[in-house]
């Protein structure tokens, strides 16, 4: 792979200062690798492009012509249930993974793979893919973390782009999964996991990245609106270290707990909704519109319930949320920093109890 050795580059020495009213970041020191900072050059660049946001078919196809016969090998695989589920949040490797790393290809075929996961993705969806990428970026900068790279994020796609038969996009990579499958039983955009660490960041462009943080701030408003004898009932004894049903756990649903949406007021409701929206807002508009119908119907939303623990403050360590519908699933966990104990680690699952996988499994 390119990025194994590093030749690193002196230069662009500064200190970002972040505005008052914004929370403290870490201070940083840039120094890109020539590869890093190619490949953030090209995300930054695929943010202005137009592309057909229902045209996902030849978006997937003129990705796959970029590719020479190896890498077409390494990329394009049957639609199985064993492909379809194997990802993961860890820092990515060829282990542990479908597809090939962006940084093992040409600039084309990055550029044609950033297309092909913009078309996939909303505006806000494809954002979120692209901050968590720079959050990769600033670790690998700033503390020499070669696990953890924007070139080591990798793209699958599973069965033949078609208009009518069911195929498979996975793109991943460390705190990043979308698992998009088109033509599937059901509209879908799940197993989807986001994390970011650390919460905050800037980079040399002097922009301060936060990338989940409008679910993050959803989860915080829903919890902080429960009065004391709410948060009794929707609290959870046990502590959670993680999510629960992240990769390698489909289907391992546990027991419903918390207090059910019914039980609070319309404005603890409308915070409800707006939490889970925000993850929701990854999908293409019409997949999103059918999710959002079937998560907001009234009978869906009856059988809802949220849940806490460790502490309702997610800036908190140990801090854990959870919103359990009879078919959305989301859970946030804050976890200490690994490098920035100061700096909130999250991890965040969104699943879908009927439509993980389109279904099709």
Do not use: C
């Amino acid at each position: 792979m390119r990025k194994i050795k590093l030749l690193w580059l002196a230069v662009l020495l500064m200190v970002v200062a972040v505005p008052a009213d914004t929370e403290a970041t870490v201070p940083i020191t840039k120094a890109q690798s020539e590869e890093t900072a190619s490949m953030l050059e090209w995300i930054n660049e695929s943010l202005h492009e137009e592309v057909e946001q229902e045209d996902q078919v030849s978006l997937a196809e003129n990705f796959l012509n970029s590719l020479n016969d190896e890498e077409r090998e390494a990329v394009h695989h049957e639609l199985t249930e064993e492909n379809a589920t194997t990802w993961t949040n860890l820092p990515a490797t060829y282990e542990n993974r479908n597809g090939i790393a962006l940084g093992d290809l040409s600039e084309e075929s990055v550029r044609e793979a950033l297309k092909l996961m913009k078309g996939a993705l909303s505006k806000e969806g494809y954002e979120t893919l692209t901050e968590i990428m720079k959050a990769d970026a600033f670790q690998h900068t700033e503390y020499n973390d070669e696990a953890l790279d924007p070139e080591l994020y990798f793209i699958a796609i599973l069965g033949s782009p078609s208009d009518k038969d069911p195929w498979m996009v996975q793109f991943s990579g460390h705190h990043l999964a979308e698992n998009l499958v088109f033509n599937g039983k059901e509209a879908s955009a799940t197993p989807q996991f986001t994390g970011v660490e650390p919460r905050e960041f800037s980079l040399w462009d002097n922009v301060t990245y936060r990338p989940i943080v409008e679910r993050i701030n959803g989860v915080d408003d829903m919890l902080q609106s429960l009065d004391r004898e709410q948060l009794e009932t929707a609290e959870i004894e046990e502590a959670f270290g993680d999510v629960l049903v992240g990769p390698g756990e489909d289907g391992d649903y546990p027991e419903t707990v918390g207090i059910p949406y019914a039980d609070l007021g319309n404005e603890q409701q409308t915070l409800v909704q707006n939490a889970i929206e925000t993850w929701i807002n990854d999908a293409p508009e019409q997949t999103k519109n059918e999710l959002l119908n079937a998560y907001f119907s009234d009978e869906a939303l009856k059988n809802t319930h949220i849940a806490w623990s460790g502490s309702t403050d997610v800036n908190e360590t140990g801090a854990y949320a959870r919103i359990d519908g009879p078919r959305v699933w989301i859970e946030v966990s804050s976890r200490e920093g690994d490098s920035h104990p100061d700096n909130p680690h999250y991890h965040t699952i969104w699943r879908d109890k009927v439509a993980d996988y389109g279904g099709v499994f």
